[in-house]
């Protein structure tokens, strides 16, 4: 058995070289005789590691020292409840801007700790596009503006960090962080579930502002705390050991490659190759997002007759092309193209579509 071309959605595929890395050092890391998964958090290599991926991920993104960066757990979902509860107080209000599914759902998750307010929402268009930054409306007086930069499932992405003034920007970022540079002076909170773009699930990256977490009033345990948190090191409790170490290899993986400059012009170039095969198959195929809103990273297409779907699946498995079908909420298919999937996996899929296309158009 071969390793597949694997256009997941989330977990995703992680860098071969990570894994081939983990796979070397798993019965004997750092020269300690047991895997790293088998020792304490509080033993002086781990506390080396952890502080070392943190590093790294400073050097990658070029975070500022005025942020903090916390390692946690509970996915980008428990986040939806955790951030309102931590930067907003009692009877504030938080604007959220809807854009697809997961903006959604944090809104709906939000609610139970602050008033929410959607600012913008393109529902009404099934989230084809964008809501226009025009027709935002942003409370000068909300707690935070919470958006998701890329929407995993409905494939649209703002490609620039919208204005808002000097309300605290919360990004989602769990489907595209890392895929580019970042200009984190913009935010006020970012953070990402691992399985998209870092490592295994159950890791949860967060890079915050250090003044936003005295925000917090309400009284809470100290698990829920960002501030907490902050001043533990990410170490309040056991952490998740494993996705911490494997979050690092991949943030080495991210230098060796030449840094996130090189990251997100090789995406780039695999959304361009990918969507042109789309457009330029006279019909066969189709992307319905207006093309400035287009995800880099995952990319939702029907076939033009959905009868074709169970062929189209079945013969690109065969072909070594894993994990094509769409979500359920938008039927179809879906490839994701994150850091961790090489040009030559567009390619091949990119070939594949065309075969395809031509014994059964
Ligand atoms: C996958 C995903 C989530 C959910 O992540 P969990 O870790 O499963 O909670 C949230 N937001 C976005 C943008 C995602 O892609």
Redesign the pocket.
Known sequence: MSRVWNFS??PAALPQAVLERAQRELLDWNGSGASVMEQSHRGKRFIAMAAQAEADLRGLLAIPETYAVLFLQ???????AQIPMNLAGTGDSADYVVSGH??A??AGEAAPYVRVNVAASSAADDYLQLPPREQWQLDPRAAYVHY?P????HGVEFHDVPEVGEVPLVA????NILSGPLDVGRFGLIYA????NIGP?GL?VMIVRRDLLQRATRPMARIFSYAAQAAADSMLNTPNTWGWYLAGLTFQWLKEQGGLERIAAANRAKAGLLYEAIDGSGGFYRNPVAPPSRSRMNVPFTLHDGALDAAFLQESEAAGLLALKGHKALGGMRASLYNAVPLEAVQALVAFMRDFAARHG
């Open positions: 959605a989330g509970g996915g980008a979902t428990q986040h939806f997961w903006s759902k944090a998701t890329n929407e995993t499932i989602d970022m769990s489907s579930g691992a399985q998209k699930s949860v």
